[in-house]
């Protein structure tokens, strides 16, 4: 079973355009993250979700848009994808919100390229 | 601001050998500090969460130490194995909330 399950695995698509990645969990976790790992490797947070409400953003361009209809799932929507949004975003969730003694849990990741 | 840095970048080992990875951040006020593992193509495993208050945590042939005093981590393998080939990221929770992570070690153990 899968814990953090995110989808598309792999995402190309032309500037301008808008698209959307979904992720979900299955460890009844009250809170989840979207990461953004960049070329060189880094990642870095996006934004935390606990029990549906926004509780970490980040300096992200508005164009970035999460949603949450539930805990269990927190998707993020991207509009007019630019070349530098190129990247793996992850999905994580933790039972708690950090700071917290619990582990986060990460979904494989999803390859954004954008031409 | 608080940094993280983990030094090297890139570490090759012939099977067998011990090796201590290493990871060192600015600032001492955090919360917990986890190592992880990233295998190519895949998303990150949790290997090891150690609290403020420890001074460090083992999960077999691991062992992760924690010195705050001087803004230091370290991730010992014992007896490397070529499965154990992948990136390692060392990650600081703060207060804040967020995780703050460092570029990696990438691992080859040649067979």
């Known amino acids: 079973d899968t814990a953090v399950s995110q989808t598309p695995k792999y995402l190309v698509t032309q500037m301008g355009n808008d698209k959307s990645i979904k992720c979900e969990q299955n460890?009844?976790?009250?809170?989840m993250y979207w990461y953004k790992q960049d070329s060189k490797k880094f990642l870095k947070i996006m934004f935390s979700?606990?029990?549906?409400?926004?509780?970490i953003n980040e300096t992200v361009p508005n164009r970035f848009s999460p949603k949450s209809p539930d805990k269990a799932h927190l998707n993020l929507h991207i509009n007019s994808l630019e070349l530098g949004d190129s990247a793996v975003y992850f999905c994580?969730?933790?039972?708690?919100?950090?700071?917290?003694?619990?582990?986060?849990?990460f979904g494989e990741g999803s390859w954004l390229t954008v031409v | 601001k608080q940094e993280v840095t983990q030094i090297p970048a890139a570490l090759s080992v012939p099977e067998g050998e011990n090796l201590v990875l290493n990871c060192s951040f600015t600032?001492?006020?955090?919360?917990?500090l986890q190592w992880f593992r990233q295998d190519p193509g895949k998303g990150l495993t949790s290997l090891l969460l150690?609290?403020?208050?420890?001074r460090e945590q083992t999960s077999g042939r691991l062992n992760a130490s924690l010195d705050k005093s001087s803004g230091r981590s370290t991730l010992y393998i014992a007896a490397s194995q070529p499965g154990d080939s992948a990136t390692y990221l060392c990650?600081?929770?703060?207060?804040?909330?967020?995780?703050?992570f460092g570029q990696g070690t990438t691992l080859q153990v040649k067979p």
């Open positions: 994580a969730s933790s039972l708690h919100p950090a700071p917290n003694g619990n582990t986060i849990y």
């Open positions: 460890l009844g976790h009250d809170t």
């Open positions: 979700y606990n029990n549906k409400e926004l509780i």
């Open positions: 600032d001492s006020a955090i919360y917990n």
């Open positions: 150690i609290q403020s208050s420890q």
């Open positions: 990650a600081l929770s703060s207060n804040t909330g967020k995780l703050i």
